[in-house]
């Protein structure tokens, strides 16, 4: 009995339903964005468009899977710079938590990245147990890489409402199930099947990538806009209506951005900050018309729900919730 068998008889260990799940669900939401995919990564202040995000984003899940496969070979074939591959591995949680930060803030990248070094530490003690023909090890490994997959997906979720529980509980699942395969292939000696079961990796991490680029543009919208757009709406909606854009990132530890759109014919135009209780904390006037941004610095506010307001002509025109 090869491990694949002791894996699925004897131990009763995830892949959680038994069998990898589809992808094409995934490619069903994902990828909404057409786009030429640019092979050089931008850094933030350089993005002026969502197209810019996804080729980062696919870079860095790219990365993810790639350097997994290399540790997967050093492990279990037992090859030199282990070590070195490992720490690439975990560099790369760490880039993927800085990515999420931009948008969500320092303290959720974080959170986020120490979510990343437990999938990354737990599936290295997983594949040593397997190496070492350890059964106990394996199985509470697996069940240990399966429950801090609960965690990430439960985090993930709180951050953007676009990211749907059941969707990121299906591609969690699809994405450990299927690296269990390509590791199980590898260990039996099916080469073959090793390199079958690395392309569905690929494609289920391109799938996951652009879920997360596309939820990120539909909750920031207006962060993706190229410079000559944004010009351009300006002058459309100057005379229709105005714009009060969710605060970035949401939820925030140090400050956050509030962007918002002011008509030119609108006389008065404030931007009013309220605490948890509905209490005025602050009220900032207007003075600019077209876009503008407004920077919040709340290191002092306790953390919680806070709310503002854009009042243009004395009438209250949008209120949003923010997260601190």
Not at 88 to 117: C, K, M, P, S
Not at 142 to 156: E, M, Q, R, T
Not at 160 to 172: R, T, V
Request: proline letters at 3%; glycine letters at 4%.
């Amino acid at each position: 009995m090869n491990w694949h068998d002791v894996l699925f008889l004897n131990y009763h260990l995830k892949p959680r339903n038994m069998k990898i799940k589809s992808t094409l669900r995934m490619l069903a939401f994902a990828g909404i964005l057409m786009c030429t995919i640019n092979v050089n990564a931008q850094t933030p202040q350089h993005r002026s468009s969502a197209c810019d995000l996804k080729s980062d984003m696919r870079k860095l899940w790219e990365d993810h899977i790639t350097w997994t496969r290399n540790v997967i070979f050093n492990i279990l074939d037992a090859l030199p710079g282990t070590n070195e591959a490992v720490a690439r591995l975990l560099q790369n949680q760490d880039d993927i938590g800085a990515e999420f930060g931009i948008y969500y803030g320092t303290a959720a990248g974080n959170t986020l990245a120490g979510l990343l070094h437990g999938h990354i530490t737990t599936a290295a003690a997983l594949l040593i147990a397997l190496h070492n023909n350890d059964a106990a090890g394996l199985a509470a490994a697996n069940a240990a890489w399966y429950a801090n997959g609960d965690s990430i997906v439960d985090f993930l979720a709180s951050l953007n409402p676009n990211w749907s529980q059941a969707d990121l509980d299906m591609m969690m699942d699809s994405h450990l199930d299927l690296t269990t395969n390509e590791a199980l292939a590898r260990f039996n000696h099916n080469y073959t099947l090793d390199v079958q079961e690395y392309d569905s990796v690929h494609t289920e991490i391109l799938a996951m990538s652009d879920f997360f680029t596309d939820g990120i543009v539909a909750q920031f919208p207006r962060m993706f806009r190229p410079n000559s757009m944004r010009f351009a709406s300006s002058v459309t909606l100057s005379d229709q209506s105005v714009v009060l854009d969710q605060n970035s990132p949401n939820p925030f530890s140090e400050k956050t951005v509030i962007s918002y759109f002011i008509p030119e014919n609108i006389s008065d135009a404030q931007l009013v900050i309220y605490n948890q209780s509905g209490a005025i904390l602050k009220t900032i006037p207007i003075t600019n018309r077209g876009d503008g941004d407004l920077t919040v610095y709340a290191s002092a506010l306790s953390s919680g729900i806070f709310s503002y307001s854009i009042i243009a002509d004395g009438k209250i025109i949008d209120t949003k919730k923010m997260i601190h």
